[in-house]
């Protein structure tokens, strides 16, 4: 049983890019997170995703993000304009129930804005 | 909001020492999960505590949920270089994390 699979592993772009990063979850997880970790830092809650649903987002920024579970394919968090404040780790988790129970972790996403 | 609260932040001690981190809350959780981070990786879940008073054991570590399910310990026995990294708990609700006790062993 693969593990959360996240790619790509590290992501560089210019200012006023747009970023998107992936997020496989575990066989038969339903439900995906999405954290930012900034370094020395723990994890910041952004977004909670049921296949087709978002079912909280109150940690996501107003503007330039955004992110879906599709019925098919990956959960996408996608940023739009990246600016140097958005350098950080994302981290996505999957998990099998509702509530937040326990969570497995993908690797991350490095995303560095140049 | 809930918030956790993890104490120390740093720690630093030497090999074979024994130690105790802490994880704090003015709310009540269904469950706390404890996980470590290594550098450039991913959390890795060690336990979920579910029972007010539960003690669970994974080989040299001791985890432990206050009665109250407010409150969290993990002790750890003779501690190894191994053990070194970014000890993380969390709540049950979007799985609200604490900013972590970085643990650092010196062999």
């Known amino acids: 049983n693969a593990g959360v699979m996240q790619n790509p592993r590290h992501l560089v772009r210019r200012r006023g890019q747009e970023a998107r990063l992936r997020c496989s979850p575990m066989?038969?997880?339903?439900?995906v997170y999405w954290y930012r970790q900034l370094p020395e830092e723990g994890l910041k809650f952004m977004v909670y995703?049921?296949?087709?649903?978002?079912?909280?987002e109150s940690g996501m920024p107003k503007e330039r993000f955004s992110a879906e579970f599709p019925k098919e394919g990956p959960s996408i968090l996608r940023i739009q304009q990246v600016v140097r404040g958005d350098s950080a780790a994302y981290f996505c988790?999957?998990?099998?129930?509702?509530?937040?129970?326990?969570?497995?972790f993908g690797q991350g996403t490095r995303l560095t804005v140049v | 909001t809930q918030l956790l609260e993890q104490s120390p932040q740093f720690l630093s001690i030497q090999e074979g020492e024994n130690l105790t981190v802490y994880c704090n809350s003015s709310?009540?959780?269904?469950?706390l999960q404890w996980y470590r981070q290594e550098p450039g990786e991913g959390p890795v879940l060690l336990v979920t505590?579910?029972?007010?008073?539960e003690v669970k054991k994974l080989k040299r570590l001791t985890f432990q949920f206050g009665d109250a399910r407010k409150d969290s310990s993990l002790h750890i026995t003779a501690a190894q270089p191994g053990d070194t990294g970014l000890y993380l708990c969390?709540?049950?609700?979007?799985?609200?994390f604490g900013k972590g006790t970085r643990l650092h062993i010196l062999p």
């Open positions: 709310s009540v959780f269904s469950s």
């Open positions: 066989k038969g997880h339903s439900h």
């Open positions: 988790a999957s998990s099998p129930h509702s509530e937040g129970t326990e969570a497995f």
């Open positions: 969390a709540g049950d609700d979007k799985i609200i």
């Open positions: 995703l049921q296949k087709e649903n978002i079912i909280d």
């Open positions: 505590v579910v029972t007010g008073g």
